[in-house]
């Protein structure tokens, strides 16, 4: 029953153009928490910021300022070396996430040794073959024998889910996981994702620029934009109540077959270039939060 | 099973006569086992009219396009069917049939295109002006350099681009404004038919909302047709004419954009519909609470 | 089916779901392929000619030694012509060409081998590891690669065996002296590659799970380097016979050992050519000529493993050429129409 508590983290890039220097503030202070059997969903464009936070998240960066605490059933730090067995990842794009030259039994037997959580190799091969079933993916013999390209995209990301769980993760962070798999086998990765999260009251971290699933996936939506939460809440309270500027217009944007053949009249109503990332509208408290600004620079916007 | 009558094969949407018409075009990769990639096309395009075609990945959309484009490389091989262009000027053109010299002719004057990809098909090495500018005088070799350059600007500013960019690199610009600089290069001979292949697939729901008001508002502008190949169905309900879903290289489904919403008659097409979540509406399968989900996806 | 995917374009998102292949038929049950039946490239008759090349040049300089004369036997025949007695004729102070043939050949094969190795395995370790930590360290590694790339091989090979005393300068000095000069540019190639591999999900995700790090080069990232390293070693050999047989030929090689090289420098020096005797030059230049031949060959087999396009746009075209010779009784247009 792991939590995960992130205090006004911050991540600063140095980018190097010629000989100036300057710095890109890629997250600015912010701060959201993740407790069992809940999914928060991260909503942002590309360039907000959210990947960033979830390579903070998996140590794979390391923060510039802020904290985050992973705390175990007791409200104990999970130690360093266990940090892993808490909190895993799953991975954007299937087709990347499988080492070509590897089976899926290699995938899913590494992290399962790796954290000592079988031992000895007929253990091993039993725990395996659980964790394919427990993803739908049968029969669990035949798809261990198997190499990534031999599967499709769907059965290549419930792969990676199933890595994901290996070390007895209680904390899922998913980045994106079903933008670039088919559409109509979305549904099935996303109820599968919400059932494993269910059965082992999982806190789930939803990564998307979708709001439409992150509306109907999560629990609680944060809106992201360059760097800092403009809005968060309920998920239903966000996007059918959106308070932000930058909400709206995400909310505009968004398809929506109810306006047949109504493109050009939709106006967006929103200037971008006057979007102000410093306040954040909070659901919870029903207030508006002030960030105060910062020296640092965050890039023109992208039309 | 398709679900197309002969009646809705038929242009019917702006009420304007077909600009293109594909009959049973069926093309084929010959590979170790041949696979047909597109079984027995059929369709009509009106004039002006927006044409939408649905369908995930490995259903033949692309490959439809392209065959229709004649840009199919072996091993992909056109079995059967007939493409036919109906002119603006009233001439009819077998697109099979025609020569070198001819296809050279035809492309981007009469029809253009948008590739998958687009904002990466720009020259790395070359000015936005400078690629513009081949293409002018790739298929309209009787402009003088005076005019090609006029013509650049002005297809820019059509699409929302300041033509000051004319001299910028593509690195320089925007994801978003490189796709505006592709679709300005398909419009630069005014063709009568732009087919654009998921043209804003890798670009922010923000961003693609723009493109999208230009493209339907240049639609209106000077009256092209559009066929537009996306997977991302709800996009097509708000912009196109008409619908094609495709399935395994069949189109299992042609018909009204709101009639396709409110009736779909395919079984797949309602599939493909619930596999969008309404965002201010009900959940729909999407199932958090219950038991159920997908013992297994079939493929 | 590709350990490399290096197809894909960034936006080329979506191109790749097309990429969708359908799932095996439920009745299968097998082992996993082994992973390394992946690389072996496919049976053209490029491979085929090349491998028959390198074997055959290999066994000869392997087993011919034990079955031809002394090479350094002196007779009073002199310089002549091939013949009954010797196969390939003999030398200006009567050695047997054929024999110096066999025993220069071993020679050559050594040194190619132990070159190609030594500088493989100095390539590999600046340029992948190097790549794999990043920051400081690969910074100063790329450093070193670039600036022993750009002092000149040849005549720094040259330099440093002028050097080197006639009495000391052995097979090995040869060797290392090789080496040092030619594993540069494959670093670079190899720290591109790794640079590319390493950031891809697959790497990444291993790290989360919490791969350590000698794991994660060992065994997530080097499989998909094999191909690009064999290309390399192949390079690398190639390179070393030939730098070697410059060096011998100019008089600055191994001085106790017989390679190819040192058979021309010979043959130069008895005026081989001048005199017509084609018998003495000719056959180590060729078998020089052939065993490069061999190598390169096989590299471009390897060049089809390490770029999977190579390979399927051979195939389409074997196919489409099927294809149109089948089709060509019916014309599409006459199905068109």
């Given at each position: 029953m792991t939590s995960v508590r992130v205090e006004n983290l911050s991540k600063d890039y140095t980018l190097r153009g010629g000989l100036k220097r300057r710095t890109l503030r890629a997250v600015d202070r912010v701060s959201f928490e993740l407790s069992p059997g809940k999914t928060v969903a991260l909503v942002g464009e590309s360039g907000s910021g959210k990947s960033t936070i979830a390579k903070l998240l998996t140590r794979m960066e390391k923060p510039s300022s802020g904290s985050i605490e992973v705390l175990d059933g007791q409200q104990r730090q999970v130690a360093d070396a266990h940090y892993r067995r808490h909190l895993q990842m799953v991975f954007q794009d299937p087709f990347a996430s499988l080492n070509p030259f590897h089976s899926i039994e290699h995938h899913l037997a590494r992290p399962l040794r790796i954290h000592q959580r079988t031992a000895g190799k007929g253990q091993t091969y039993q725990r395996v073959l659980q964790m394919l079933e427990r993803v739908n993916l049968e029969p669990a013999g035949q798809i261990a024998a198997k190499r990534p390209h031999e599967l499709s995209g769907g059965q290549r990301q419930r792969v990676a889910i199933a890595r994901a769980l290996a070390p007895g993760a209680q904390v899922l962070i998913a980045d994106e996981p079903v933008s670039m798999l088919d559409v109509s086998i979305r549904l099935g990765v996303l109820n599968l994702l919400a059932r494993l999260q269910r059965e082992d009251q999982l806190a789930v971290l939803y990564i998307t620029h979708d709001l439409a699933t992150a509306r109907h996936f999560s629990d609680e939506i944060l809106v992201l934009y360059k760097g800092r939460i403009v809005e968060r809440g309920p998920s239903d309270e966000v996007i059918?109540?959106?308070?932000h500027d930058y909400t709206r217009l995400l909310a505009q944007a968004a398809p929506d077959p109810e306006r047949v053949g109504q493109v050009l009249n939709t106006g967006l109503g929103v200037d971008r270039a006057r979007i102000d990332n410093t306040n954040c509208f909070n659901h919870f408290t029903g207030g508006w939060e002030q960030l105060d600004r910062t020296e640092t620079q965050l890039p023109a916007a992208h039309r | 099973m398709s679900t197309i009558s002969p009646e809705r094969l038929e242009a019917g949407a702006t009420g304007k006569p077909p600009v293109l018409s594909v009959r049973g075009l069926s093309v084929v990769y010959e590979s170790q086992n041949p696979v047909t990639a597109v079984k027995n096309a059929s369709f009509e395009l009106g004039r002006g009219e927006i044409l939408g075609l649905a369908g995930e990945s490995g259903c033949g959309k692309t490959t439809l396009a392209y065959a229709i484009n004649r840009l199919h490389q072996p091993p992909a091989r056109i079995s059967s069917g007939q493409v036919l262009f109906h002119d603006s000027s009233g001439q009819e053109l077998d697109l099979l049939g025609l020569g070198e010299s001819q296809l050279r002719d035809f492309r981007w004057q009469k029809l253009s295109m948008v590739f998958q990809g687009a904002m990466n098909a720009l020259n790395p090495v070359r000015s936005i002006g400078a690629q513009l500018d081949d293409t002018l005088r790739a298929h309209a070799p009787g402009m003088t350099r005076a005019a090609r350059r006029e013509r650049s600007a002005q297809v820019l500013t059509r699409v929302g681009v300041d033509p000051g960019r004319l001299r910028s690199f593509p690195h320089e610009l925007s994801g978003g404004m490189r796709q505006r600089v592709m679709i300005a290069m398909a419009m630069l001979l005014e063709p009568q038919v732009m087919i654009m292949d998921e043209p804003t697939t890798a670009l922010d729901v923000v961003v693609q909302r723009d493109i999208l008001r230009e493209i339907v508002r240049l639609r209106e502008e000077l009256d092209f047709a559009v066929i537009f190949i996306t997977h991302d169905l709800p996009l097509l309900l708000e912009i196109s004419d008409r619908i094609a879903v495709m399935l395994r290289g069949e189109i299992v489904e042609l018909d009204q954009a709101a009639t396709l919403y409110r009736q779909a008659a395919h079984p797949y097409t309602r599939k493909l519909l619930a596999s969008f979540p309404s965002l201010r509406g009900d959940r729909g399968a999407f199932v958090r609470g219950g038991t159920a989900d997908d013992p297994q996806e079939q493929s | 089916m590709a350990p490399f995917n290096d197809t894909k374009t960034t936006s080329g998102i979506l191109a790749d779901t097309g990429g969708d292949p359908a799932p095996e038929p439920a009745g299968r049950a097998t082992a996993p392929k082994a992973a390394w039946r992946m690389l072996l490239p496919s049976p053209t008759p490029w491979l085929v000619i090349g491998l028959g090349l390198i074997l055959g040049i290999a066994l000869f300089g392997l087993l011919a030694p034990l079955f031809v004369q002394d090479p350094n036997a002196i007779s009073n025949i002199g310089l002549s012509s091939p013949g009954a007695e010797h196969l390939l004729g003999t030398t200006q102070t009567g050695q047997d060409v054929l024999a110096q043939l066999a025993y220069a050949t071993r020679g050559s094969l050594q040194i190619g081998l132990i070159v190609g190795v030594l500088a493989t395995a100095l390539s590999a370790f600046f340029g992948i590891y190097g790549a794999y930590l990043g920051g400081f360290a690969d910074e100063s590694f790329s450093l070193l690669s670039n600036v022993f790339l750009v002092i000149p091989g040849l005549p720094l090979v040259i330099v440093i065996s002028g050097f080197v005393p006639r009495e000391s300068r052995g097979l090995w000095t040869i060797a290392v002296v090789l080496a040092l000069t030619s594993w540069a540019a494959s670093a670079r190639v190899l720290r591109a590659q790794t640079l590319s591999v390493r950031n891809r999900d697959y790497v990444q995700a291993s790290k989360v799970s919490g791969e350590r790090a000698w794991r994660v080069i060992v065994v997530e990232i080097l499989p998909n380097l094999l191909p690009v390293l064999a290309s390399q070693f192949v390079f690398a050999v190639i390179a070393a016979i030939l730098g070697e047989a410059g060096l011998s030929f100019l008089g600055l090689g191994a001085s106790s050992s017989s390679t190819l090289g040192t058979m021309l420098y010979f043959a130069q020096n008895g005026f081989a050519l001048p005199l017509g005797a084609w018998w003495w030059f000719l056959p180590p230049g060729l078998m020089i000529a052939l065993f490069g031949m061999g190598l390169s060959l096989v590299n471009f087999s390897i060049d089809e493993i390490i770029n999977p396009k190579l390979k399927s746009v051979r195939e389409a075209r074997k196919l489409s050429r099927a294809a149109a010779r089948a089709a060509g009784a019916q014309p599409r247009k006459a199905a068109a129409r």
């Open positions: 059918l109540n959106p308070q | - | -």
